[in-house]
């Protein structure tokens, strides 16, 4: 029982160390995207959105697989409602930002 309690520690462990580095991960992304962007802004790069919509969505992304680690861990029914809705809510960003990665590309296919 000592065994499965220890292995049950490590691994909420490893689950969390998970989070926290795709966390940290995405947050990188969005800063360096941002800094990006902002320097495309002083030269007047006209794909300066394109690249701040790229960076947004892969920082969605590692953020989303972060909260998906985190069901893994979950204990309480209230805690995956609440989880389910974030997930639904950074997938429901991702989509849309997509969508305007898509068309800023076409307008710039133009």
């Known amino acids: 029982m000592a065994i499965l309690e220890y292995l049950e520690k490590e691994f909420q462990f490893i689950v969390q160390f998970g989070v926290l580095f795709l966390e940290f991960v995405g947050v ?63 997938g429901a960003l991702t989509f849309l930002i997509h969508w305007e990665i898509k068309n800023e590309e076409s307008k710039i296919s133009v």
């Open 28 to 90: 990188a992304v969005l800063l360096v995207s941002a800094v990006r962007s902002i320097v495309g802004c002083f030269r007047r790069d006209p794909h300066v959105r394109l690249v701040l919509a790229q960076g947004i969505a892969l920082a969605l992304e590692f953020k989303l697989g972060g909260e998906v680690l985190r069901t893994a861990i979950v204990r309480e029914p209230q805690e995956l409602i609440t989880l389910g809705a974030i997930i639904l809510l950074r």
